[in-house]
Structure formats: structure tokens, C-alpha cells
């Protein structure tokens, strides 16, 4: 059984910072796919940002330049670095380890999701 360990959600205000991590356990294979989705009441579940093995990353064009992502493949554990950060991200955060296509993620294993609130 895979399992994702996420830690990191919080609640604060309109343009301060969070920082997420996630480490995975278990049966997955390599090289692989790490990264975040999130969903907010009401919305389908959406890409965030994911990373290979190899280090090739893909972000959302709502988080470009605002969010950070990086792994580390000895430690199997993904990190999303998020600054400047508005209501609308204000959502559950997902984690996940799968395979890819380019930038096309599938067979996802999911964490259990971490609560981000930003509100003032």
C-alpha cells in the first residue's frame, strides 16, 4: 500500500507564506511523479504543480510565480513553497505519486489532503 504523509496547512493572511510537504511510503514505482492538487468547495479537483524524478516541473498558470516545487528523490518527499498567496487559494491540498506523460500525470496514489486557508 502507498501512502503520502502531508504536513504544513495552516490558516493565514492575504500574501503571506505557507510551506507543504509530503513524503511517500510503499509499493510505487521509479521514476515517478510527485506534486499537488488542491480543491475548494465546490470546484473539481485541479493541478497545482508536479515534479519527475528527472526534476522537470509543470505549474498551473495560477501559481506561476508565486509557488515553488521541489523533491528529494533519497527521501521521496515532495515540497510546495507558496508565497504571495490570495483567498482563492484557499482549498484542500492534495498530494500525489503517479506516473507521467510530459507534463500529463495519471495513476495517482493521493494523500489525505491538508486544509489552506487564506482569509483576513
Known amino acids: 500500500q502507498v501512502r503520502l504523509v502531508e504536513s504544513g496547512g495552516g490558516l493565514v493572511q492575504p500574501g503571506w507564506s505557507l510551506s507543504l510537504s509530503c513524503a511517500a511510503s510503499?509499493?510505487?514505482?521509479?521514476?515517478?511523479?510527485m506534486g499537488w492538487y488542491r480543491q475548494a468547495p465546490g470546484k473539481q479537483r485541479e493541478l497545482v504543480a508536479g515534479i519527475t524524478s528527472r526534476g522537470s516541473i509543470n505549474y498551473a498558470d495560477f501559481v506561476k510565480g508565486r509557488f515553488t516545487i521541489s523533491r528529494d528523490n533519497a527521501m521521496n518527499t515532495v515540497h510546495l513553497q507558496m508565497n504571495s498567496l490570495k483567498t482563492e487559494d484557499t482549498a484542500v491540498y492534495y498530494c500525489?505519486?503517479?506516473?507521467?506523460?510530459?507534463?500529463?500525470?495519471?495513476?495517482?496514489?493521493w494523500g489525505q489532503g491538508t486544509q489552506v486557508t487564506v482569509s483576513s
Open positions: 510503499g509499493r510505487f514505482f521509479s521514476p515517478n511523479a
Open positions: 500525489f505519486v503517479g506516473a507521467n506523460s510530459g507534463t500529463y500525470y495519471y495513476n495517482h496514489y
